[in-house]
Structure formats: structure tokens, C-alpha cells
């Protein structure tokens, strides 16, 4: 099974803030790697899929890069509404396998 | 406006089994594959099953292998989830994802509401 590491697994910041989470996979996934929110009671949500591309309707401060092993999903200008826990997922091989989280806290 | 609504959940005892459904609308539901996905409390998440548009293909994580079965009536334009011998590691809210792809899993939207599933004595 392909491995997802994210760091940090959580994370304090203020509003306004760049925000940035670590994808590792443990081989190459190509750019198979999409990102979710997930806020609280809530069932996830995609922001952004194929390492890069923003799925529609998503704000333009959230943004991903990467490929191969080492991704970055960032959000630029934190807002209030971003607090949720983020999750990487790879789909290069089966079992698709997500990453543990990454809980976002605004301080 | 895609919609995924799921049904079914429940508090189980171990070795009991139950079918969670997932009732869409909004779009062609024979030409998207189908996921299910769950998360433990207070966990992350963990992938559990796909199945193709056509329900030919199904594929399931290890965990789930042989005692969940994935399907759909593409007439009725809806997923199921049998699940089978259930055990306490099965706890978990359960979602249903619509797939971009139609054959196998990429990437996941929208989700349905999710259900939670409670396996104790």
C-alpha cells in the first residue's frame, strides 16, 4: 500500500496568514493526489484534485503543487471559515489510501 | 444539483450485518463510478470500496474484503453497501462519493451526508 505522510498534523494560525501542509507518499504517484476539507460534523470536501487543478467554486487562496513524491497544499490569507481538517488522497494505486489529517486551528 | 442521500446505519451487534443505501440524483448515474468511504470516530479517513458505472467492477480495501459486498441499480439510481460478520472495528460514519471517473476511483465529489454505523454488544 502507497503510504501518505501529511505534516503537520496540526497547525495554529492567524487570520491572514499563509498556510501551508505537507503531502509525502512513500513512491512515486505521479500527480494522482487530491485534497479535502473536512469541517467538523461535516463530510468532506474536495478543493483540489491532480496535485494542482481548484475544483470549481473553490476560492483561489486554496492552491496545490507537487508531483512525484512531495506535495504542498496551500491556503494564502487564512480565513475564519478555513478552520477544518485537511486530508491528502492518492489515487495512483489501489487501496486508495488518504493521509492522517491535518488539523487547522485559527489562533 | 448533484445529491447523494444515504440511508441505513445503526447500532449492530458483532457478526450482524446491514445494507447502508445511497440514493443520488443530478446526474447520469450509470456513467460515474461509486465509492464508499469511512471514518472511524475521531479518526481519519480510510477508502472501503469502489464499484464502476456499469457495477461490473468492484473493487474493496483489504479490511472489508469478504464480508462487504458493493452494488448499485442503475435504475434506480442508487448505491448499497451489504455488510456482513461485523466487527467493532467497523465503527464508523460511513459516506457514499460520487467518482469523476467511470471505471475506477480518482478523486471524490461530491459526498453524501454519512451514516454511522455502531458495532457493540
Known amino acids: 500500500d502507497i503510504q501518505m505522510t501529511q505534516s503537520p498534523s496540526s497547525l495554529s494560525a492567524s487570520v491572514g496568514d499563509r498556510v501551508t501542509i505537507t503531502c509525502q507518499a512513500s513512491?512515486?504517484?505521479?500527480?494522482?493526489l487530491n485534497w479535502y476539507q473536512q469541517k467538523p460534523g461535516k463530510a468532506p470536501k474536495l478543493l483540489i484534485y491532480?496535485?494542482?487543478n481548484l475544483e470549481t467554486g473553490v476560492p483561489s487562496r486554496f492552491s496545490g503543487s507537487g508531483s512525484g513524491t512531495d506535495f504542498t497544499f496551500t491556503i494564502n490569507s487564512l480565513q475564519p471559515e478555513d478552520i477544518a481538517t485537511y486530508y491528502c488522497?492518492?489515487?495512483?494505486?489501489?487501496?486508495?489510501?488518504f493521509g492522517q489529517g491535518t488539523r487547522l486551528e485559527i489562533k | 444539483e448533484v445529491q447523494l442521500v444515504q440511508s441505513g446505519g445503526g447500532l449492530l451487534p458483532p457478526g450482524g450485518s446491514l445494507r447502508l443505501s445511497c440514493a443520488t440524483s443530478?446526474?447520469?448515474?450509470?456513467?460515474?463510478?461509486i465509492n464508499w468511504v469511512r471514518q472511524a470516530p475521531g479518526k481519519g479517513l480510510e477508502w472501503v470500496s469502489t464499484?464502476?458505472?456499469?457495477?461490473?467492477?468492484?473493487y474493496y480495501a483489504d479490511s472489508v474484503k469478504g464480508r462487504f459486498t458493493i452494488s448499485r441499480d442503475n435504475s434506480k439510481n442508487t448505491l448499497y453497501l451489504q455488510m456482513n460478520s461485523l466487527r467493532a472495528e467497523d465503527t464508523a460514519v460511513y459516506y457514499c462519493?460520487?467518482?469523476?471517473?467511470?471505471?475506477?476511483?480518482?478523486?471524490?465529489?461530491?459526498w453524501g451526508q454519512g451514516t454511522l454505523v455502531t458495532v457493540s454488544s
Open positions: 513512491q512515486d504517484i505521479s500527480n494522482y
Open positions: 491532480d496535485a494542482s
Open positions: 488522497q492518492q489515487y495512483d494505486h489501489l487501496p486508495i489510501t
Open positions: 443530478g446526474f447520469t448515474f450509470s456513467s460515474y463510478a
Open positions: 464499484i464502476s458505472g456499469s457495477g461490473d467492477t468492484t
Open positions: 462519493a460520487k467518482d469523476t471517473n467511470i471505471l475506477v476511483a480518482s478523486w471524490f465529489d461530491p
